[in-house]
């Protein structure tokens, strides 16, 4: 294993090679600076495991020349060293990156676990990253299965948007993938080895949605026992997916847009302003636009989230893409599974109103009535999804799969009829939507 090295960053001679030595000592590899100039120096031609910096560098001597400096040293650890041992400036220090904050003179004990810390920190980061690396799909789909054009057009999307900081808001129904959109621009783009933070407003009650988000001090209120993060400090350097964001409570709608205007915010009962940079992805199965109009959603909040529009559609509008996804759920099952063909053609045939969750939680629940059978056939889909299977046993045959076709012409004939052949309303009678509807209209050859 290669030593780790670190860069101490001090003008005084006498320091520099009293705890220089020290550190050599314990095995480091150590390289010291005394200006920004020679910091910038090293920084172009080494990379570091770590870094200690004073703060009072020449030509001020004042903190702000050491503060000036810390930026450049992301994402390496940095343990700040300084005389100047105020509160107020360990928070200024901590919140432009610095890692740890030691007053001067040091304690050898004290320098010893913090930068056994610090060094610890930052190798696990490394091989954090190099795990999701791994962790990304190896293909172009993104984990966004299926052949429909309009599947193909989102992911040309995603690769043109995912690189930019850009805002993007995700709307669809419920069900069709909005979440998995979002951590595609995230994996896909410059933040991907940092955090993806999922929010669902729907889902945190309102009273503690500020402490969720934004974090609190010890004692700011009855229960705050301990500082705590919140989840927007928890993105930082990374994404914040506010999935749901329509159920957002106005009041903290209010506390976003000053955050998304600013970039900083105070936790609840906290003196000190943090900044933090995050991309905003969020998500949303109402038109914000009508509740924009219904005041129940803020304008101004609206055009700052919208940015770039995404939008997920229905399983009933790319019912090519059924199979594929059933196929892919059954396939990573433990022992993997597959869908016969005359299984198939009923998922394809069948409405979705829940969309993928739905084809998703019936699946799982087919794969656990199939045992230790290695097929799914129909008779296990329709009891997943609480229809009467039949008597007999389902087989596979070519037979079965013209009946299954013939079914379904029959009922989509018999629903255009009862509607004097008006598309929509027949569509609704089936339970699947109206581009669904024509799509099965041409797949069995009758007249639009």
């Not at 860069?7 to 005084?12: N, Q």
């Not at 038109?287 to 989230?305: C, G, I, N, P, T």
């Not at 009829?417 to 699947?432: C, R, S």
Request: net charge negative; glycine share 6%; charged share 25%.
């Amino acid at each position: 294993m290669s030593m780790q090295t670190i860069l101490l960053v001090d003008d005084e001679p006498a320091f520099q090679r009293l705890c220089g030595n020290w550190l050599a000592s314990l095995g480091y590899v150590v390289k010291v600076a005394a200006t920004a100039e020679q910091v910038h120096a090293l920084l172009a031609e080494n990379s570091f495991d770590l870094v200690l910096l004073d703060l009072a560098l020449p030509p001020s001597f004042t903190p702000d020349e050491g503060l000036a400096l810390l930026p450049a040293f992301a994402p390496v650890p940095v343990v700040v060293m300084t005389g100047h041992a105020d509160r107020e400036l360990a928070l200024r220090a901590i919140s432009l990156g610095a890692w740890d904050f030691l007053p001067k003179p040091l304690d050898p004990d004290i320098l010893r676990v913090v930068v056994d810390r610090a060094l610890n920190k930052s190798r696990l980061e490394r091989e954090l990253a190099v795990w999701r690396a791994r962790a990304l799909p190896d293909d172009n789909s993104m984990g966004l299965i299926g052949i429909s054009a309009e599947l193909a057009e989102l992911r040309s999307l995603i690769r043109r948007i995912a690189p930019t900081d850009v805002p993007v808001m995700i709307t669809g129904p419920s069900g069709t993938g909005k979440e998995l959109v979002a951590r595609a621009l995230h994996a896909q783009g410059k933040r991907a080895g940092k955090a993806f933070i999922a929010v669902h407003c729907g889902a945190i009650p309102a009273e503690l949605f500020e402490s969720e988000l934004f974090g609190h001090s010890k004692g700011s209120f009855t229960g705050a026992d301990r500082d705590r993060k919140g989840l927007i400090a928890a993105a930082d350097g990374g994404t914040l997916f506010l999935d749901e964001v329509g159920e957002m409570p106005l009041p903290m709608q209010v506390k976003l847009l000053r955050f998304l205007q600013s970039g900083s915010f105070f936790p609840i009962g906290a003196r000190a302003e943090l900044r933090v940079d995050v991309r905003i992805v969020a998500a949303t199965n109402r038109d914000l636009a009508v509740m924009v109009e219904e005041k129940s959603f803020r304008d101004d909040l609206y055009y700052r989230l919208k940015g770039i529009q995404m939008r997920t559609l229905a399983l009933a509008d790319r019912a090519e893409d059924i199979a594929l996804i059933a196929q892919a759920i059954a396939a990573r099952s433990t022992p993997p599974k597959r869908l016969t063909a005359a299984a198939q053609e009923w998922l394809v045939s069948h409405a979705w109103p829940g969309n993928v969750r739905e084809l998703q939680h019936c699946l799982q629940t087919a794969m656990a009535l199939a045992g230790e059978m290695n097929e799914i056939v129909v008779d296990d889909l329709a009891l997943a999804c609480g229809e009467v299977a039949s008597d007999a046993p389902v087989v596979d045959t070519g037979l079965l799969e013209e009946q299954v076709a013939a079914l379904e012409k029959r009922l989509i004939v018999g629903a255009l009829n009862d509607n004097q052949h008006n598309h929509t309303h027949a569509a609704k009678q089936l339970g699947i939507s109206r581009v669904g509807l024509l799509n099965k209209m041409r797949r069995y050859g009758l007249r639009e």
